[in-house]
């Protein structure tokens, strides 16, 4: 049978099985120690440090972008590695706002401990959306895989009533719940990151079709446009971006309405065009030494990705 009749792609044939076999010690362990890996690992992944970030951020900023910095990593099982996240965020909040970069961060509830419990995540925010509040700065809670959605969620409604203008969150269009969850983040005010969904969910909480996430993202961004809070349209779909710009203007939306989201090192002719039509263009900015999971899922969005790692690991 044809993919094409199945509604599958490529990239949705190779995601679970690079993400499978990216769970592999020995695989994680040739990209971190092999040299011939490294340019795409830098590709897009803006250094390991943060000065490395706050440089390469600069850069963006001088072609007419704002930026999103995100501190790498995800699951930390205590406390102390939780609350050490927390104070690397601040420390990006008040390096941001030093280098006269607009301070935007994106943060995982993991990283703050919410495997171990939601009350040591919610601290670590209530530390950190004061010192937003202060700087002008703007706390993206980033949405992990489907287990966590939920909690999320609730933590950042809980948030969003003593923070309305410092704390918004992502929602991610492959879940058939995305549609409630728009509504309700639309009726609270709550800015929204719309992505079309990067972790390997299973066909009982998601779309698996290419097709039928289009339709969605297409739905829940026409819904954001018209009703959200200054939502970012987060995708490098080219079709995509087209149908939210005609929208846009045949609902008579001006281009400071909403914003355009794109990853580091993902489409950088695509950032500068948008950013050159006026439309405002933010990127997504990572770093940190525990690049490897995110690094996996970018190379599992791409089958040609994939297909180089193969060949350099096969080597």
Known sequence: MHLKSKGLTMQAIFRPIVLQVAENPSVERFFHVN??????????VAGETLDEAIARSRGIARQGMTVTLDLLGENVDDEAAARAAVDGYETIIRSMAAAGLQPNISVKLTMLGLDIGDDLAIAGLQRLLPIARELGAFVRIDMEGSAYTARTLAIVE????RFPDEVGTVIQSYLYRS??????????????????GAYADPATVAYQK???IDSAYIRQMERLLDGGR??????????????AKGYAQRMGLRRDRFEFQLLYGVRVDLQASLARDGYPMRVYVPYGTEWYPYFTRRIAERPANALFVLRQFAG
């Not at 040299?35 to 897009?44: G, H, I, K, P, Y």
């Not at 809980?158 to 009533?161: A, G, I, R, S």
């Not at 200054?230 to 149908?243: C, L, V």
């Open 35 to 44: 040299r011939s890996t490294r340019a795409l690992v830098d590709r897009f």
């Open 158 to 161: 809980q948030l969003h009533e």
């Open 179 to 196: 549609d409630a969850d728009i509504s309700r983040a639309i009726e609270r005010g709550i800015r929204i990151r719309l992505v079309k």
């Open 210 to 212: 290419k097709c039928d």
């Open 230 to 243: 200054y939502p970012a349209i987060a995708t490098h779909d080219a079709a995509i971006i087209g149908a």
